[in-house]
């Protein structure tokens, strides 16, 4: 994820959370990924007709002009960005009565699912902000004998991939076959659907370098059933984090996996904070030449390129924050956020809340 575009988006999230609207005046378009931009404009036209019966006229008057301003932006759009598009639009003014029409508009750092317009008194960021937490996905496989379904679990949107059946017939054999007979159709047609499964998850995910991890669930046999026969490839097989027995292998039971899940992927997320802690604690008693701790010594070691990776606590002073990101961007440095929901996080935050790993000696 572009770093300095991050922050971009986070600066804008920030200004526009801020802004709040007399009245129920301020535009939010969300325009997906694989949407057509001009049939969004053209809605957006005919939101104006809409508009007209707003009852208080400065209300309708600066509604229909932020409308219009959304239109004419628009207009400059042959086709939608890559991940498409939100604009943000409408009257700040904290003035009674007076005018001034902003907008903002910015292109996702993830596509875009949602489509939106909403006029209210403050803008929906909520899809900007959840993508701001994606730096990892999971894949999800949920299967019985009879289907099974394919998704991602991305921040906390679940996005379904593929729904699968297996043509198994049920237990009732037709008439004349042996149980043997059966039992050997059922179990042929059985493995040829797990084998269909494992290439549908290889063509997914094989190549996915976000994916963190997968999870599998179904009932009890089935599911292990095909992790023991090893139908996964080796790479997707190794990736596999948690198996949870579920009842259902369509789009709820993917919901459900992730409910069932939530210790594992949060353990996921610690794992990895706790070992990049560990490694800066470690380093700052071996070798405390290739570590900073304190606000001077790392905007000291930043300005002279020495710092590879910049540890700022979720909780540290977020004008401070923004100023060191930078740097650490300007020097391609990599910057992780510290929770302070650990132990090892909240020691980080008592012992100053800033920290790099150096890559020489200042």
């Known amino acids: 994820m572009d770093e300095e575009k991050k922050q971009e988006i986070e600066e804008l999230i920030e200004k526009l959370g801020g802004i709040k609207g007399s009245h129920t005046e301020l535009i939010t378009v969300y325009i997906p990924a694989d949407y057509n931009v001009n049939v969004t404009q053209k809605q957006i036209e005919a939101e104006k007709s809409t508009a007209k019966n707003i009852k208080s006229t400065s209300t309708r008057n600066n ?26 639009c409408g009257n700040v003014s904290q003035s009674e009565g007076q005018q001034d029409l902003q907008l903002w508009s910015v292109e996702p750092l993830l596509p875009l699912k949602t489509r939106l317009y909403r006029c209210d008194k403050e803008f929906v960021l909520d899809a900007l902000k959840e993508m701001l937490e ?13 289907e099974a379904a394919i998704g991602m679990l991305e921040g906390k949107r679940i996005e379904v ?83 949870r027995d579920i009842g259902d292998a369509d789009e709820s039971g993917l919901k459900e ?49 020495a710092v590879e990776i910049l540890l700022l606590s979720k909780d540290y002073d977020k004008k401070t924050s923004k100023e060191l990101k930078k740097m650490a961007e300007n020097i391609s440095s990599k910057v992780e956020i510290i929770s302070t929901e650990t132990e090892e996080g909240k020691q980080f935050k008592n012992l100053s809340g800033v920290g790099a790993l150096l890559r020489f000696r200042v």
């Not at 994606?134 to 009879?146: A, H, Q």
């Not at 004349?176 to 290439?199: D, M, N, V, W």
Request: charged fraction near 35%; proline fraction near 3%.
């Open 134 to 146: 994606v730096d990892e996905v999971f894949g999800l496989l949920v299967m019985d004998r009879k």
């Open 63 to 88: 509604v229909i002009d932020a409308l219009e301003k959304i239109v004419r932006f628009l207009k400059d759009f042959k086709k939608t960005p890559e991940n498409g598009l939100a604009i943000f």
């Open 257 to 305: 996996l992730v409910s069932k899940s939530q210790d594992i992927l949060s353990e996921q997320e610690s794992i990895k904070e706790r070992k990049l802690l560990e490694k800066f604690f470690e380093t700052l008693g071996e070798n405390p030449d290739k570590v900073a701790y304190k606000y001077d010594d790392v905007k000291k070691a930043l300005e002279f390129g």
């Open 161 to 243: 991939f593929q729904k699968m059946t297996s043509g198994v017939p049920s237990k009732v054999r037709a008439g004349g076959q042996s149980s043997q007979r059966f039992h050997r159709i059922t179990e042929g047609l059985t493995k040829e659907f797990y084998k269909r499964i494992a290439e549908e998850m290889k063509k997914i995910f094989f190549e996915m370098k976000k994916c963190k991890g997968i999870l599998v669930g179904g009932p009890i046999p089935t599911k292990d059933e095909f992790l023991d026969g090893k139908y996964l490839a080796t790479k997707l097989q190794e990736k596999v984090i948690g198996v």
